[in-house]
Antibody, heavy 120, light 108 residues
């Protein structure tokens, strides 16, 4: 059974970099045929796709993040991570990691989400 | 960017009645359209993909239709557990994925 679990600092200061990790069980990131992604949701608002990564390390990002987001793999730990730099209060959100249901399709498996608050 | 517009923003429905939710894409997305359900404090749950294919375990009272730019999610005979926020998402323009703003289905 595929499970994803996000972890992160909870509170980050403006202008700093937030680092989030998604730990995966039930599938191997190094050999998976699926894409793994990050999606966020500001409190009380809708969903925003941040980016995705494949087992080869290939990445694609939402252009609206203007190069602030970086997704990477740690295959020995079966984890993938998101780094978002130069954060502002607008980056306060619940951050979800997910895997697509069918390759290059919608997200069928989601973590429970982790809240990141940007505040001094 | 493909902009997804959902309507209405909210919908009040009595248990046992049906609900019809709409999603419009700013450009053709073929049938590469998914619907998600999100309850408070939970992650979104995939309900429908390919515009009309139910994901594993999704009850038959959820049905999706449409193609091109106009899509509909119909929930027949609403149950108490169906009151939630529903999002559509296009993946025709993969990897540039976009979500709609959501429709809240509330108890009348």
């Amino acid at each position: 059974q595929l499970q994803l679990q996000e972890s992160g600092p909870g509170l980050v200061k403006p202008s700093e970099t937030v680092s989030l990790t998604c730990t995966v069980s039930g599938d191997s990131l190094s050999s998976s045929s699926f894409y793994w992604g990050w999606i966020r949701q500001p409190p009380g608002k809708g969903l925003e796709w941040i980016g995705i990564i494949y087992s080869t390390g290939s990445t694609y990002y939402n252009p609206s993040f203007k190069g602030r987001a970086t997704i990477s793999l740690d295959t020995p730990k079966n984890q993938f991570s998101l780094k978002l730099n130069s954060v502002t209060a607008a980056d306060t959100a619940i951050y979800f990691c997910a895997r697509d249901q069918v390759r290059e399709g919608p997200f069928g498996y989601w973590g429970q989400g982790t809240l990141v608050t940007v505040s001094s | 960017e493909v902009v997804m517009t959902q309507s209405p923003a909210s919908l009040s429905v009595s248990p046992g009645e049906s609900a019809t939710l709409s999603c419009r894409a700013s450009q053709i997305v073929a049938r590469n359209l998914a619907w998600y359900q999100q309850k408070p404090g939970q992650a979104p749950r995939l309900l429908i993909y390919g515009a009309s294919t139910r994901a594993t375990g999704v009850p038959a009272r959820f049905s999706g239709s449409g193609s091109g730019t106009e899509f509909t999610l119909t929930i027949s005979s609403l149950q108490s557990e169906d009151f939630a926020v529903y999002y559509c998402q296009q993946y025709n323009n993969w990897p540039l994925l976009t979500f709609g703003g959501g429709t809240t289905v509330e108890i009348k």
